[in-house]
């Protein structure tokens, strides 16, 4: 019989590998949702500006940090960063068959969680609210429709990459209000980026439109608790953990 | 923001990071924040530990471009690399790229212990019997009397998932060699050890000082959060007015 393991992390170590160089909102969130067993180790990659150039860079350190964190005996993989997870090509499956089986851990990615998300919801007709300014619009839209999934509206609150630990926590719930008034047939929320603010405002935006919140860190954590078997439905962020 | 009070900028060591995100949730003060950038040790050989240092500028600056309050060097190896007063080098360092103030936990370490008026103190450290020997002649330059040392061996990567008992277990096996010492010390960060430090204080009658109470005791002091911290040693009741 394996002995128990009498550690922090004893019903499941989930590894990420986190974009920002100074990531703070993430591991601040993830212990505010997971049950009591479930530890979290980061390691971080080199987004400052998200230029090509960081991108690049981030997804080698990635690979590298795949492997260390695989090395450190955690059960799943999380490759973080939906622009690096897709800066080699939209294959994201492709990426995470040849991670697995180089590092010979369980390995998902930020993009297959938040798509898995949206399946698992529903959603046809998201409107798109993110931190950034608007030129990140191209490639969060290209994201949706390689899964064929349609923007209804989508809006930028302007912040820099470096900003995002300071984003006011008010800020997913004045774009939900703006996007509603654009789109208010749309049944999803979506709000990529799980470096900003967001996790109190998932069931308040749910609840005043009746529509469905995916969040980035919300379907990242709820995409690696379900794949280490934590099963826990989780009250208190939309409706993704509560119900699936 | 979640850090409307202060967001600490935590440089840590390893590349990667476990302990430090799951204690620090335990004695943070409402609207404290951390925010973390990993260097890249791997193994704490003195070649691997030179190379994640030539990356601490970089590290520094990049916490200091998300405008956090303070900023600290996570490590004692990073510190015993260069030997008594290279803590003081580094924060130089840190300070040519940043007027944000900076720190480093073995300065807070050797701060907190003083401040508990610790003068003879036992060593249980995860590390090895080369990197206790220098954190041993460290200490015992910084003014100290180091009665007893046990090490794990451990290698940083098995540091994180270590049960949760092993750090009590072994900072009573040290203690037991030198009964008359007047503190604990517990370095390294990755070593779970919160849970252990009121236990051991009631069972042995001593102050315990890990790396990571010890850090986040020197940047509340520093960021003059008074707030009481409960359940996690003396060293916390030492902030309060």
């Known amino acids: 019989m394996e002995a128990p393991r009498d550690i922090y992390g004893y019903r499941a170590r989930i590894g990420y590998t986190s974009p ?9 969130e993830f212990y505010m949702i997971v049950p009591k067993g479930v530890s979290l180790v980061v390691s971080t990659l080199a987004i400052v500006d998200m230029d090509k150039d960081e991108i690049d860079r981030s997804y080698e350190i990635s690979l590298r940090a795949a492997h260390e964190l695989a090395r450190s005996g955690v059960d799943l993989v999380v490759l973080g960063g939906l622009p690096i997870n897709r800066s080699r090509g939209s294959d994201v499956d492709g990426l995470i068959r040849e991670v697995e089986g180089n590092i010979k851990v369980p390995v998902t990615t930020s993009t297959s969680a938040q798509m898995e998300a949206m399946r698992k919801l529903g959603a046809k007709n998201i409107v798109i609210g993110h931190p950034f300014p608007d ?3 191209g490639m969060l839209t290209t994201c949706l429709a390689d899964y064929n999934l349609e923007t209804a509206a989508i809006k930028g609150a302007g912040y820099p990459a ?3 630990g300071r984003v006011p926590r008010s800020t997913a719930m004045s774009l939900a209000r703006e996007l509603m008034k654009q789109a208010p047939n749309a049944d999803t929320m979506w709000l990529p980026c799980p470096h900003w603010a967001v996790a109190e405002s998932i069931d308040p935006i749910e609840k005043e439109f009746g529509i469905n919140v995916v969040t980035a860190h919300q379907a990242i954590t709820w995409s690696a608790l379900r794949r280490c078997k934590v099963d826990d439905k989780i009250a208190g962020f939309g409706r993704l953990l509560r119900e699936f | 923001m979640y850090g409307w009070r202060a967001r600490i900028g935590f440089i ?4 990667t990071a476990e302990t430090p995100l799951q204690e620090f949730p335990m004695v943070a003060p409402e609207g404290v924040a951390l925010a973390l950038t990993c260097l890249s040790i791997q193994r704490l050989e003195r070649d691997n530990i030179g190379e994640s240092l030539a990356k601490l500028k970089d590290a520094t600056a990049e916490l200091a471009r998300a405008k956090v309050n303070v900023i600290v060097l996570g490590g004692s190896p990073t510190i015993t690399y260069g030997g008594y007063g290279f803590d003081k080098e580094i924060i130089r360092q840190m300070n040519e790229v940043t007027s944000i103030p900076c720190t480093t936990s073995q300065t ?3 701060e907190a212990l003083r401040r508990l008026g610790a003068q003879k103190i036992v060593l249980a450290s995860p590390f090895a019997e080369d990197q206790n020997l220098l954190l041993k002649k460290f200490l015992e330059d910084s003014g100290f009397t180091v ?4 090490g794990l061996s451990l290698p940083v990567i098995d540091i994180g998932p270590m049960p949760a008992y092993t750090s009590y277990q072994l900072a009573k096996e040290t203690f037991r060699e ?3 010492a007047d503190a604990i010390y517990m370095p390294c960060a990755q070593m779970p050890t919160f849970k252990n430090i009121a236990p051991l204080e009631a069972d042995l009658g001593v102050p315990v000082v890990t790396s990571l109470q ?3 005791w020197h940047v509340f002091d520093m960021l003059n959060l008074r707030e009481p911290v409960t359940g996690y040693g003396r060293l916390f009741q030492t902030l309060q007015r």
């Open chain 2, 178 to 180: 030198a009964p008359d």
């Open chain 2, 147 to 150: 009665a007893a040392v046990k």
């Open chain 2, 214 to 216: 010890a850090m986040l």
């Open chain 2, 108 to 110: 807070g370490a050797v």
């Open chain 2, 12 to 15: 840590c060591p390893s590349m």
């Open chain 1, 135 to 137: 030129d990140q619009h």
């Open chain 1, 162 to 164: 470096d900003y995002l």
């Open chain 1, 20 to 28: 920002p160089a100074a990531t703070e909102v993430f591991p601040y």
